[in-house]
Each structure stands twice: as structure tokens, then as C-alpha cells.
């Protein structure tokens, strides 16, 4: 097979390259029918560079957060020795490229089935912003996105919003979990077809972003503008490549100046929420419960530090009522769970004294807390790996990497265990806080397959990468082309967590996405 695919792609490239120089100096009114340059890269397949392009930008990425967490600003106690954590993130990081290396081989292939870009864009964008004003209302309280009122107090917003959501009955949010499939198909065609749709459906898809970036705004979180700056360049440049969109200098430009806006928006949204966010570890150069500090934070002293322990204190006793009575706390019992902040004080001093001796904490400047708070978030998880490495496997039967398939599961059958087998929830009791911290991808798979099944999974994802990719660049797998969207934001979020099957709407999207590229693909059509 392997010969017969080499003599397709020479005859397709001769029969191309033929063509242009008999056009170049045939006569007028016998100019010859040009193959479709559309179909050259199913045929002939994508170049090496293009090929590895991804899998090598995040393997140097995976290795890059897993340096950060040993060489980095922030310091994390390890006192069981680093020996075990850098064997498995070294078993990850190969598992992953020797996957990538196997699914990038071969050709990519077609969808066998034609599907509707255009119409499909605009039906999901439409349901996207017929969504947009009951999302607001359930999220911030508003039926319009107000981002304009939540820059001023962003850690206000953010932790009125968390209450809203845990309280309020989300019905918008089933809505938008049967509809995930179609919800999220709008931003990967959207941007990888761009050149095919008309005007109307462009200026919508426009509207749906920006208002999807203020709602979020709204909520006082920064992950959509994160998301988009992620997205963007990979689908323009897959679109480049597969002769989909192919861009001119002009619009090159016009692409680096919306990913510059996006890096610039995200960077301010991020930096004042490092900065207004209550009890933000950047702020005190310390993360509570674990014990990691900055290096050479001479303005962050010991008050308030011993403040930023008793709040630790007060919010594990607030979770423990909170699990205990399963049920949200009323403001009155958390007020009594709480401790009055002119009784945080150091022993042998008063209050009084304390305010006139202890020095003023320097806070950091917001360029600088954002620098600190992106170290701190791509390294901390590696910690919580180095934790639960040291304890033993307790199976969750499938459930321990979903955050919202444990809730279900305990629902449905009344155990509360589902709720505390995964890894992160069982090491807080070293310290770690699972609501707080992210704890990387690689202790929620394993709560399901054991560390050293993790990193065959982590092959896995490698291979899939690999072939979704593949796919793309061949220009004639829209599937692909959707289905990519989500594996990009599970690697960006491999520091983090399982970003694909945290929430209902990842649980019910991915695998849908999944299974209709599975379904749909089939070989590359080969001339004669």
C-alpha cells in the first residue's frame, strides 16, 4: 500500500507542476484545467514541519511546566525525595511524543460525509447568543454581560458568581450541556473556514466571540480570553496550510494583530485578577495548605502569612460543614466559622501593638503578580503528582477523572465515595486543596488506571493528536477540524486538569465529537 501511496503523490505533484508550466505558455483560449489545489494535500500528503508541528510545540511546552516546577520562582517542600516525580514525568513526556510519532505517520483522510460549514456555523452561533443573556443571568445576576462593572472589583465578581452558581438551579446550564455538541462546533469552523463564509454569518460569528469574552469578563474569570489566544493561531495556521485559507502578507498581518489584542487582553484580565482576588497567593508569596513561597519576597512578613493560615483554616472548615450537611452554608454559618480579623494576630502582641510594628506588605506590581500567578498556576500541579505518587491506588471505576461524573455517580447511587477516590481529593489531607489548586491531568487519569497506566493513556492522547492533526492539514475533514478544538484545550490544560471531561458540556461534547470523526473518515482518494 505504502508503494502505491508514494507513486500517487509523485503522479499528483508531476501531473500539478506539469500543468502550471504548459499554463504559463499555452496560447490564449487553451489554457489547461488546473487540478484542484485544495486536493493536493489529501493527496500528496502535509510536509514533515507540518506534520510535527504540533506535537513538538507541546512537548516543549509539557517540559517547559515541568522545569518551571523545579527551576522556577516558587518553591515547593519535597521531602520524600523528586526522585519518583521525575521518573513518571519523564515516562509521561516519552509516552506522549513516541504516541505522537506513531499517529503522525501515513496519510490524512477525508470526511465521507459532505457537511454544511456554513449553515452549521450560523445554527450553532445562533444558539450561542440566543444562550448568551440567560447564561449572564444565572452566572452574574444580569441579563446583559456588564465586563465594564467587574474589571473594577474582579475578585468580588468572581466569588459572587461562584456562589450564584452553586446555589441557583442551572437549568440554562442543561440547556447548554444537550447542546454542546452543536456549541462548540462554532469557533474551530468558524475560524479555520473563514474565507468560506458570507459576510452575515462573519459579523455574527464576531458578535458571538466578543460576547462570549464579556461573559466571562462578567463572571470574573479569564479562562475564554486564555482559550481563544490558544485556539486562534493553531486553526489560522492549519487553515494556511491546508490550502483552505491560504493567506497573503496582508493577511498575515491581519491575523497577528487579533492574536497580539487577544495576548493583550488576556494579560490584563489576568494580572488584575492576580491582584484583586482575595487572599491571592501572589499577593502573600505563599500557597497555604502545601507550604510552596516565592523566592526573595522580603515584603511579605510573618503576619500576614499567620492571616493567610487561619483563612486557610476557616475555608477547610467551612468545606467540612459544607460535606458534612451537604448543603451550601447560609452567610450566617459561615460568619461563625470564620475568624474576626482583629483577633488574627501574632501570640505574646495585641492587635493594636502588631499594626504599629508589623511592616506594610508590598504588593506586586500587576505585570509582575500576572508573571508570578501564570509560574504559579503551570507548576503547582506538578506537586500535587508528587503527592500522590506516595499514596496507594484506590479504584474509582471510571469516574475519578471527571469532576462531574463523580457528582452524578454519587447522586445515582447515593455513595458519597465517588466523591473522595480520585487522588486530588485524597491528598488534602497532606495540605493540598483540590477546590483551589490544579493538580495537572495526570492525577485524575490515574485515579481511574494507576500512574503507570496513565502514561499509556498519555500515548493515547499522543496518537490521537497526531491523527486529528493529520487530518486537518489535509483540508477535507471537517470533523477533524471541530473535533481539534477540544484535544488543543486538553494539552494547554495538561498542567491543569482534565479540561475535556470536567464539566457536562465537555462529558457530552468530546465523545460526540469524537465518535462522528471516527465515523466519518476514511481514506484519502487516490488518482486513477
Not at 44 to 55: T, V
Not at 84 to 100: M, P, W
Not at 169 to 184: A, D, F, Q, T
Not at 269 to 280: E, K, W
Amino acid at each position: 500500500m505504502s508503494g502505491t501511496i508514494r507513486a500517487a503523490r509523485t503522479s499528483a505533484l508531476q501531473q500539478y507542476n506539469d500543468a502550471r508550466f504548459v499554463k504559463s505558455y499555452a496560447m490564449p483560449g487553451r489554457t489547461p484545467k488546473l487540478p484542484d489545489v485544495n486536493s493536493l494535500p489529501l493527496l500528496c500528503g502535509p510536509p514533515r514541519l507540518a506534520r510535527y508541528l504540533l506535537g513538538s510545540t507541546f512537548l516543549v511546552y509539557f517540559v517547559g511546566t515541568a522545569l518551571l516546577y523545579f527551576f522556577g520562582p516558587w518553591q515547593y517542600p519535597m521531602a520524600l525525595g523528586r526522585g519518583r516525580l521525575i521518573a513518571f514525568v519523564i515516562a509521561a513526556h516519552t509516552a506522549f511524543a513516541v504516541g505522537y510519532f506513531f499517529g503522525v505517520r501515513g496519510m490524512p483522510r477525508a470526511a465521507g460525509r459532505t457537511l454544511p460549514v456554513e449553515t452549521l456555523v450560523l445554527f450553532s452561533v445562533a444558539i450561542q447568543l440566543a444562550l448568551l443573556l440567560p447564561t449572564s443571568h444565572f452566572a452574574t445576576g444580569h441579563w446583559i454581560p456588564n465586563p465594564w462593572r467587574a474589571a473594577s472589583n474582579l475578585g468580588a465578581v468572581y466569588t459572587d458568581s461562584l456562589h450564584r452558581r452553586s446555589t441557583e438551579m442551572p437549568y440554562v446550564n442543561y440547556i447548554r450541556i444537550l447542546l454542546s455538541p452543536i456549541l462548540v462546533v462554532a469557533v474551530p469552523l468558524g475560524v479555520f473556514y473563514w474565507d468560506r463564509l458570507h459576510r452575515f454569518t462573519k459579523w455574527l460569528f464576531a458578535v458571538s466571540v466578543i460576547g462570549t469574552l464579556a461573559l466571562y469578563v462578567a463572571m470574573g474569570t479569564n479562562s475564554a480570553g486564555g482559550e481563544w489566544m490558544g485556539l486562534f493561531p493553531w486553526l489560522v495556521v492549519a487553515s494556511h496550510i491546508a490550502g483552505v485559507h491560504r493567506l497573503d502578507r496582508k493577511g498575515w498581518m491581519q491575523a497577528a494583530a487579533v492574536q497580539c489584542l487577544s495576548i493583550v487582553f488576556f494579560g490584563v484580565l489576568f494580572s488584575a485578577s492576580m491582584v484583586q482576588r482575595s487572599g491571592s497567593f501572589v499577593q502573600t508569596g505563599l500557597m497555604t495548605g502545601i507550604g510552596a513561597k516565592l523566592e526573595r519576597q522580603p515584603g511579605v512578613d510573618a503576619e500576614p502569612r499567620r492571616a493567610l493560615r487561619d483563612g486557610d483554616l476557616r475555608d477547610r472548615a467551612q468545606a467540612a460543614t459544607r460535606k458534612a450537611i451537604g448543603r451550601e452554608l447560609t452567610e450566617e454559618e459561615m460568619r461563625k466559622l470564620s475568624l474576626p480579623q482583629d483577633r488574627v494576630h501574632l501570640r505574646g502582641t495585641t492587635a493594636a501593638t502588631e499594626s504599629k510594628a508589623a511592616p506594610r506588605v508590598t504588593a506586586p506590581s500587576g505585570s509582575r503578580s500576572g508573571l508570578q500567578g501564570l509560574a504559579a498556576y503551570f507548576s503547582q500541579g506538578y506537586f500535587a503528582v508528587y503527592l500522590s505518587l506516595a499514596e496507594p491506588f484506590v479504584p474509582c471505576y471510571g469516574v475519578g477523572n471527571s469532576v462531574f461524573l463523580q457528582r452524578q455517580m454519587a447522586r445515582l447511587t447515593g455513595n458519597q465515595r465517588f466523591l473522595e477516590c480520585s487522588y486530588p481529593v485524597r491528598i488534602e489531607k497532606r495540605g493540598w486543596s483540590a477546590s483551589v489548586y490544579w493538580a495537572t491531568i495526570y492525577p485524575w487519569i490515574a485515579s481511574d488506571v494507576t500512574f503507570p497506566g496513565t502514561a499509556a493513556i498519555v500515548f493515547l492522547i499522543g496518537w490521537l493528536s497526531a491523527r486529528v492533526w493529520l487530518d486537518v492539514l489535509g483540508g477535507q475533514n471537517p470533523f477533524a477540524v471541530v473535533l481539534l478544538a477540544p484535544i488543543l484545550l486538553m494539552l494547554y490544560y495538561f498542567p491543569a486538569h482534565n479540561r475535556m471531561l470536567q464539566t457536562g458540556e465537555g462529558v457530552v461534547a468530546v465523545p460526540a465529537l469524537l465518535l462522528a470523526w471516527l465515523l466519518t473518515s476514511r481514506r484519502a482518494v487516490l488518482p486513477g
